[in-house]
């Protein structure tokens, strides 16, 4: 992945937020990504597993910015397998 971003897990569920994402039961995954040590790979997991915890991403809007969502990826060090799997998760919720 090369050289990680130094950039908190906060700014990048802001990002992902302002790209038109929805988060369901955020509060639980902040306090999940705050507990962790490897935050990347914690958000990874619960992308991929959480909703029996509640942990949803969706389209807020009918119309996420893909563009906005893979500079939230690429900024935070996020390999591209992981942005190929989370849009597309997106897109299968509707």
Do not use: C, Y
């Amino acid at each position: 992945m090369g050289s990680l971003s130094n950039e908190s897990f906060d700014q990048f569920l802001d990002s992902l937020k302002q790209a038109g994402v929805e988060i369901s039961n955020e509060r639980e995954l902040r306090e999940r990504l705050a507990e962790a040590q490897r935050w990347r790979f914690a958000f990874a997991t619960l992308a991929a597993n959480g909703r029996q915890l509640g942990i949803r991403f969706q389209d807020a809007s009918s119309g996420v910015n893909e563009a906005d969502i893979h500079r939230a990826f690429t900024r935070f060090a996020f390999p591209a397998t992981l942005e190929s799997t989370f849009s597309a998760s997106l897109r299968a919720e509707h």
